[in-house]
């Protein structure tokens, strides 16, 4: 038996997280504070990022307006 290899789970900054939220610095802090985001992931001393997977659903969770 071969054993499989654990997922991935990729981390990304605060620039991917604005392009593919679209929400301000500011706005993402509120919401997290809330609970309404994931948590961020500290990478370092001055660095943090957010699971990919984790924005990735948070995006596709949010209701669609028109059409």
Do not use: D, N
Request: aromatic share 6%; proline share 4%; no cysteine.
């Amino acid at each position: 038996m071969q054993s499989q290899a654990p997922a991935v789970r990729r981390i990304i900054r605060l620039r991917a997280v604005r392009e593919r939220t679209t929400l301000s610095r500011s706005t993402l802090a509120k919401l997290e504070a809330a609970g309404q985001f994931p948590r961020r992931v500290e990478l370092g001393l001055r660095a943090t990022g957010w699971y990919e997977g984790e924005v990735t659903a948070w995006v596709e969770s949010r209701p669609r307006k028109g059409a």
